[in-house]
T-cell receptor
């Protein structure tokens, strides 16, 4: 049982480059989320998806886009990376929007230079 | 809006000491409350939760009681171990708004 996998584990990226962070879950959860974790700020929601085919903006969506073509995958794309997007990114999922318990992936550490 | 406030860290304790990490919340209605733990280099794991007033969540020797009168959900452990060193996040989930999401505190590092 893998749960949620994220790739890559870490990445160093030049500013202006495009980057896609991958997230896959095998729990058949309908709802999925992307967070960024920054020191002193806790976790902030970037984008979410309540079910395949739908997405929504969270607290800090600017500079990021997502897609949800199927239940299992929820990639996060940085179209043109900037240094302020240096962070640790976590993908999470739960059974559906009304369920309270979320499960998290191991994270991707991204450095934008 | 909904929010969670945690005590700032780091909290430094000797092995077998008593642990308390304070958490208070602001929310409309009756949210579910959570403690998540993040070990070094890993993602967040659910530690315990409580879904209504006076409920006590417990796991791995940790406990927290949902106190609606004081809007608190303090995390306690009677005897900490070196392996408990981690960052602890308090969170709430409220389903009474149009967008159901987890709201996190800023985290407290335990050394």
């Amino acid at each position: 049982i893998a749960g949620i996998t994220q790739a890559p584990t870490s990445q160093i990226l030049a500013a202006g480059r495009r980057m896609t962070l991958r997230c896959t879950q095998d729990m058949r959860h309908n709802a999925m989320y992307w967070y960024r974790q920054d020191l002193g700020l806790g976790l902030r929601l970037i984008h979410y998806s309540n079910t395949a085919g739908t997405t929504g903006k969270g607290e800090v969506p600017d500079g990021y886009s997502v897609s949800r073509a199927n239940t299992d995958d929820f990639p996060l794309t940085l179209a043109s990376a900037v240094p302020s997007q240096t962070s640790v990114y976590f993908c999470a999922s739960k059974r559906d929007r009304n369920t309270d318990t979320q499960y998290f992936g191991p994270g991707t550490r991204l450095t934008v230079l | 809006g909904n929010s969670v406030t945690q005590m700032e860290g780091p909290v430094t304790l000797s092995e077998e000491a008593f642990l308390t990490i304070n958490c208070t919340y602001t929310a409309t209605g009756y949210p579910s409350l959570f403690w998540y733990v993040q070990y070094p280099g890993e993602g967040l794991q659910l530690l315990l939760k409580a879904t209504k007033a006076d409920d006590k969540g417990s796991n791995k020797g940790f406990e927290a009681t949902y106190r609606k009168e004081t809007t608190s959900f303090h995390l306690e452990k009677g005897s900490v171990q070196v392996s408990d060193s981690a960052v602890y996040f308090c969170a709430l989930f409220s389903s009474n708004t149009g967008f159901q999401k987890l709201v996190f505190g800023t985290g407290t590092r335990l050394l």
